[in-house]
């Protein structure tokens, strides 16, 4: 196959470096792509949020299966347009992407459906808002309606702080929703209008600070699999979250195809849905990907062609962790033209150093976003992965980097027999 692959981050990234692994991936090309995806796929410049040049890029290329990385190009129509001209694309609708594109639109869903979630009210100023917090328990939850890079949401401890995020926002379309307490974990799905086989879990870490402390962020680390969703609660989350939204999502014509992401809160009733993503996670994407088995270009065309029944799903045992290295600044203005070196360095520890905000410029690497690099690495346990990121995460010389120490404490305290407590 002539594949496709469309976005720019650590995510598209990792999934570059795993679909030229696989034996059917004859071409790979990444539109716009980055210094990091150019090791694995020929780059080309295009916005891949614009459907005309998608489609124009893959007649010209041959190309047999499109993989749309990131959000944004799903909700701007991308899918709709690769497959109204013939090709096969792994990625929901415009419409479907809705679960992500709209926080109230899913809501609306969950409430429909019955799909455990937290309680919620869905306005459209600020003056609305502040009139809903009062139906609501502090800390309490404040998001914006639309996409959000993972960094519209507040949770609020004080009232003080739930009003100064709507008034941050403005009068603009905002859901305000109960806190749930628990634990969160990641659950990814492979979906084809009605029908759902669970690929994989993963916990990711938002906030920037240690001890998940500071503004949420796109994600500081992830690891995988998440033993606190277990196989029990995963089938609880499969039957009572996931099926009953595609079912949801099918009959009302807007069937989803692709890679359903839920964001779960574990909590003393049993998994309740946060919110969706309708791609791969970042950081998920690159923990995930060193565990998946087998030739995946040709699972993700059987989810794109309909195929779901002959799916091939396989993962390796080993445990992976993902560290993110972001630049000073971020999550909000990150400082950016830092070099970057050491990274063969890295690699020769057994880690992959996949590229999220990078540049090339001199014949050298510098820092161009927030999130610059995604250090991953792979053990028999999250103490040996936990071990070896952070041993390659030491060779890189970043001067303008930064990142969090403790990715996968919870479950590294769990396997110590401590208790951990749930933030």
């Known amino acids: ?20 692994q696989s034996p059917s991936c004859d071409e790979l090309v990444c539109a716009p792509g980055n210094p990091g995806i150019a090791r694995w796929a020929e780059c080309v410049a295009l916005d891949p949020c614009d459907p005309a040049e998608v489609v124009r ?27 109204a001209a013939g090709i096969a694309v792994c990625g929901p609708s415009a419409a479907a992407a809705e679960l992500e594109g709209s926080k109230g639109f899913t809501k609306d869903l969950c409430a429909k459906a019955g799909i455990p979630t937290a309680a919620y009210v869905r306005v459209d100023t600020a003056a609305a808002a502040l009139a809903a917090l009062d139906r609501f328990a502090i800390p309490v939850v404040i998001k914006a309606d639309g996409l959000a890079a993972g960094k519209g949401v507040t949770v609020a401890a004080t009232r003080a702080e739930a009003e100064a995020a709507i008034h941050a926002a403005g009068d603009g379309h905002m859901v305000i929703e109960e806190f749930l307490d628990g634990e969160e974990a990641s659950l990814f799905v492979l979906v084809d209008g009605a029908r759902c086989a669970a690929l994989a879990s993963a916990q990711d870490h938002k906030r920037v600070g240690e001890g998940d402390t500071g503004p949420n962020t796109g994600g500081m680390g992830a690891y995988s699999p998440a033993p606190v969703l277990t196989p029990a609660l995963e089938a609880r989350a499969m039957r009572e979250i996931v099926e009953p939204t595609a079912r949801a999502m099918a009959e009302a014509g807007t069937p989803f195809n692709g890679v359903l992401f839920a964001g779960l809160m574990l909590t003393a009733e049993g998994p309740k849905l946060i919110e969706y993503n309708v791609r791969f996670g970042d950081p998920e994407c690159e923990a995930i990907m060193p565990r998946i088995a087998g030739d995946f270009a040709a699972l993700l065309a059987d989810v794109a062609n309909g195929r779901m029944d002959d799916l091939d799903l396989e993962l390796e045992e080993a445990v992976t962790m993902t560290v993110i290295v972001a630049a000073q600044g971020y999550p909000g203005t990150p400082k950016k033209g830092g070099a970057i070196r050491g990274l063969d360095e890295a690699e020769a520890e057994g880690a992959i150093v996949f590229q999220a905000g990078t540049a090339a410029q001199d014949g050298g690497l510098v820092a161009s976003g927030g999130r610059v690099l995604a250090v991953t690495a792979a053990g028999e ?13 030491a060779k890189i010389d970043f ?7 403790d990715i996968g404490w919870r479950e590294l305290e769990r396997a110590r027999g401590a208790a951990v407590t749930p933030s």
Request: proline share 3%; aromatic share 4%; charged share 25%.
């Open 1 to 20: 196959m002539n594949i496709l692959l469309l976005g720019s981050g650590g995510r598209e990234d990792a999934l570059a470096w795993r679909l030229r």
């Open 381 to 393: 346990t999250l103490a040996d992965a936990r071990d070896a990121a952070y041993a390659a995460l």
């Open 57 to 83: 890029l893959a007649q010209a290329r041959n190309i047999d299966l499109v993989v749309v990385g990131p959000e944004a190009p799903l909700v701007a129509g991308v899918a709709d347009a690769c497959r």
């Open 399 to 405: 001067a303008d980097g930064f990142h969090r120490r």
